[in-house]
């Protein structure tokens, strides 16, 4: 029986980011995926958000994704096209870059950095105990590990086995979509009518179109083909355009759910397996690699035996909500889409506020989840929240935050005397940088998502996943704390 740290359920966008980050913490994991490459079936998700942008380009490969897409200025909330160009992030923008293309770059990432994935098989059970996880796969192999992540989907076998509830609300709706060809050329753009919301477009000339149709019907028990999707655009269009071909069809529907817990004993989920909602402001995704950021570091060092078992219960105290809040905002927008004359006026009003700086600020900090805060306590205003990627001055030269996270390691930027903190950290946990703040306003302030302007901290302690877990004087009683709590008793001052 081969024996793992930990096994990854599934290979897609979040499986893959979770390799990554234990990968750079040095852990041995593994990624079990049913598929026999990383080509992926039609693109549900088509972009990347600002946050998941940050999060690549605090591991240095940010620039890969960029390369192969292109920025668009504006996002949606439940169709409504706002600007995000003056969110307070150097990526502020969506990038147009579908699942499709995505995946397979982080796959590349994920094998770089050593990663097996274990392909054409998937996990069929497992039986868990105190000193470890008995993983049976498909092709009747048997692992050993430590500890099991479902990253396997909305319908995951890891989370039914450990008996995790899911939550939430049936389907209201359903909906098609697809990659075509059509002999003839579509009305391309969106239509309402009072079936719903329907959508045909091109990324370019010559692509494929895109197919979005609200069906008549919920509750389909077989997968949609291609007569299907002929007869739902006859119904909307009063033709089928000359549909000729489909890359791909796929159904989804405004089903909601989340898992009652992301940890049962050594077994913990992430992504789609721990949350599903409709796809309104294309959330999905970035929340699942966001998932993984948040629970690889903690993972690595329980593993490591850094910090105690403890530690993972973290992961769910922040990320639950945070899920919860992502179901909510997608029901919203489901619901202003509707198409009868009272949620037209709903609708009409959320397109007024938008038109509006603060509403439309703090909609799109929601949606490209820019205003993550996790309740880490009292204190100065980053605490909790995601560090800005400040320019800085370092004795190594001229740098920025995010550049100084690509190893996944946690930061502890001094800003005050040079060499202040050197009885305060163990450097062979925490990366201690005396620095600088370039300001070029020289007004001292940094600008947060929501909350706006707050003064720049003499010292700000940055965990891997980019979050403060600290800011204040370097003098202050809770610095050895936060080192305690965060990264373990070692790293605190003997």
Not at 289 to 308: F, M, R, T, Y
Not at 488 to 493: D, E, I, L, V, Y
Request: proline share 6%.
């Amino acid at each position: 029986m081969t024996e793992h740290a930990v096994v990854i359920a599934g290979g897609g966008p979040t499986g893959l980011m979770l390799a990554g980050e234990l990968a750079l913490a040095g852990v041995d994991c593994v990624v079990v995926e049913r598929r026999r490459t990383q080509d992926v079936e039609g693109s549900r998700s088509l972009g990347l958000l600002s946050r998941t942008i940050e999060v690549l380009d605090q591991r240095g490969i940010a620039d890969r994704f960029l390369d192969a897409g292109f920025t668009v200025p504006t996002h949606g909330y439940g169709g409504i096209r706002f600007d995000v160009t003056d969110l307070p992030t150097r990526h502020n923008y969506v990038l147009a870059l579908p699942q499709k293309q995505f995946e397979p770059i982080l796959a590349d990432w994920v094998t770089d950095l050593g990663v097996q994935i274990r392909r054409d098989r998937q996990v069929t059970g497992f039986v868990q105990h105190d000193a470890g996880v008995e993983i049976e796969l498909s092709d009747d192999k048997h692992l050993r590990a430590s500890y099991l992540v479902g990253c396997d989907g909305g319908r995951s076998l890891v989370r039914r086995t450990a008996g995790i509830d899911f939550a939430g609300l049936d389907p209201t709706t359903s909906w098609l979509i697809a990659e075509v060809t059509m002999d003839q050329e579509p009305e391309l753009g969106f239509r309402h009518d009072g079936l719903g919301t329907h959508a045909l477009a091109r990324a370019a000339d010559g692509d494929p179109v895109r197919v979005l149709l609200t069906e008549r019907e919920v509750g389909h028990s077989t997968p949609p083909d291609l007569d299907d999707l002929r007869d739902a655009l006859i119904t909307v269009y009063g033709t089928d355009f000359g549909l000729r071909d489909a890359t791909w069809i796929s159904r989804f529907t405004d089903a909601t759910r989340q898992a009652v817990t992301y940890r049962r004993g050594r077994v913990l989920l992430a992504g789609d397996a721990a949350h599903v909602h409709p796809p309104q402001g294309g959330q999905g995704m970035q929340t699942g690699i966001q998932d993984a950021v948040n629970l690889g570091w903690k993972l690595a060092q329980v593993v490591d035996g850094a910090s105690p078992e403890s530690l993972l219960d973290s992961y769910h105290a922040e990320r639950h909500p945070v899920g919860a809040r992502v179901l909510q905002n997608t029901m919203a927008q489901v619901t202003i889409s509707k198409p009868d004359a009272r949620h037209r006026a709903l609708r009409d009003t959320m397109a007024e506020l938008l038109t509006m700086d603060e509403p439309r600020r703090y909609i799109g900090a929601m949606l490209t989840a820019l205003d993550v805060h996790y309740d880490l306590g009292g204190g100065h205003p980053l605490i909790g929240r995601r560090m800005p990627d400040l320019d800085l001055h370092t004795p190594s030269g001229p740098s920025r935050v995010f550049a100084e996270l690509h190893d996944a390691r946690p930061v502890l930027l001094n800003f005050g005397e040079p060499g202040g903190l050197g009885s305060v950290v163990r450097t062979d946990r925490v990366r201690l940088i005396d620095a600088q703040l370039v300001d070029s306003r020289g007004v001292g302030t940094l600008e947060l998502p929501v909350i706006g302007e707050v003064a720049a901290p003499a010292g700000v302690l940055i965990r891997p996943d980019g979050h403060v877990a600290w800011a204040g004087e370097p003098a202050a009683p809770e610095l050895p704390e936060a080192l305690s709590t965060w990264f373990g008793a070692a790293a605190s001052a003997t």
